[in-house]
């Protein structure tokens, strides 16, 4: 595991923390894009046991999350009223350093929860640029109804009148994990056994023992995700992501972001209605929201490593 830095396109320029895992031989490389309130040495079992299969794995810390910030008071606050921007241009960002350091290379990209909608919003923002990766992994993603999107967006804009962005409400963080799929798991971390995380309980308590996990959230940054999720779900937008980029959509079939499958199948069935050719959709039955902490986890490491090495360019493998 090695640490390097770059400076985030937010307006204060902030230094995002960023990781990389290096097998001795480079087949392939991943660059993953993480959730809300985690950050990138969380995947340090995952990024391993890719290495093993020889693909180099690379991952950096969102403006307001891990080691990209300030102090640990600032976990959560992002300063910025452009979240969803900021995000997908550092993401950009990103791929263009693992590009240069994998000069022909075969370069995919994986996002899961929150960073599932920025993988969504980057693929859709940076037209030919995106033809530079050979692959997207969407996990953990979902289908958002607009209609309540924008009634959060119109509520945050409200509260912003009366508060400052960087307040942190637990309103809205309700609001967030409001749907009926989340009602029967436990949102807190006191019964690890019935989390919405995992079946993982080892995993579960971890998270919630972790500062770098368990801190709110500012306006701005769930202004940030409905945006992206409310652009995401917009067909023109889906249409502009080049037919050839092969898509994995994968989560747990039990995952409340995803309706329990639901809103994963909706996703999955906008991008072949967009016309991109090489789309293909894998729920683990009875999985939670985080399939790579799951209990049947290295299952999906082995499927996500076969995936990415099954798409290489012929001349690559």
């Given at each position: 595991m090695e640490f390097y830095t770059f400076l985030s396109t937010d307006?204060?320029?902030?230094?995002?923390?960023?990781?990389?895992?290096?097998?001795?031989?480079?087949?392939?490389?991943?660059?993953?894009?993480?959730?809300?309130?985690?950050?990138?040495?969380?995947?340090?079992?995952?990024?391993?046991?890719?290495?093993d299969y020889n693909i180099a794995v690379y991952a950096h810390d969102h403006i307001g999350h891990g080691e990209?910030?300030?102090?640990?008071?600032?976990?959560?606050?992002?300063?910025?009223?452009?979240?969803d921007e900021v995000m997908t241009a550092d993401l950009y960002q990103q791929m263009n350093i693992v590009i240069k350091e994998n000069p022909g290379i075969p370069v995919f990209m994986l996002g899961h929860s929150m960073g599932s909608?920025?993988?969504?919003?980057?693929?859709?923002?940076?037209?030919?640029?995106v033809e530079k990766i050979k692959g997207a992994i969407i996990m953990g993603t979902g289908t958002?109804?607009?209609?309540?999107?924008?009634?959060?967006?119109?509520?945050?804009?409200?509260?912003?009148?009366?508060?400052?962005?960087?307040?942190?409400?637990?309103?809205?963080?309700?609001?967030?994990?409001?749907?009926?799929?989340?009602?029967?798991?436990?949102?807190?971390?006191?019964?690890?056994?019935?989390?919405?995380?995992?079946?993982?309980?080892?995993?579960?308590?971890?998270?919630?023992?972790?500062?770098?996990?368990?801190?709110?959230?500012?306006?701005?940054?769930?202004?940030g995700?409905?945006?992206m999720t409310l652009l995401d779900n917009m067909r023109k937008r889906i249409k502009r992501i080049p037919k050839n980029l092969p898509i994995l959509f994968v989560s747990g079939s039990e995952d409340p972001v995803g309706a329990n499958g639901k809103g994963v199948k909706a996703a999955y069935k906008?991008?072949?209605?967009?016309g991109i050719k090489d789309v293909t959709l894998k729920l683990y039955k009875g999985d939670?929201?985080?399939?790579?902490?799951?209990?049947?986890?290295?299952?999906?490491?082995?499927d996500i490593a076969l995936w990415i090495l099954s798409h290489k360019r012929d001349e690559e493998i």
């Open positions: 307006d204060r320029h902030t230094e995002i923390h960023a990781v990389k895992w290096i097998p001795e031989k480079v087949k392939a490389a991943l660059i993953i894009t993480h959730g809300i309130q985690e950050y990138s040495e969380r995947y340090d079992e995952f990024a391993r046991f890719l290495n990209s910030v300030a102090s640990e008071e600032e976990l959560g606050t992002f300063h910025s009223h452009k979240v909608y920025v993988l969504r919003k980057f693929l859709s923002d940076y037209g030919k640029d958002e109804n607009n209609l309540s999107i924008r009634a959060g967006l119109r509520l945050i804009k409200g509260m912003k009148r009366i508060k400052n962005s960087d307040y942190k409400s637990r309103t809205i963080a309700k609001m967030a994990f409001s749907r009926r799929e989340y009602k029967g798991y436990d949102m807190t971390g006191e019964d690890p056994e019935n989390s919405w995380l995992s079946k993982n309980v080892k995993s579960v308590k971890k998270y919630y023992s972790d500062p770098k996990d368990t801190y709110e959230v500012s306006l701005d940054g769930y202004e995700l409905m945006k906008k991008f072949v209605k967009a939670r929201h985080e399939i790579l902490n799951e209990l049947d986890r290295h299952d999906v490491y082995e």
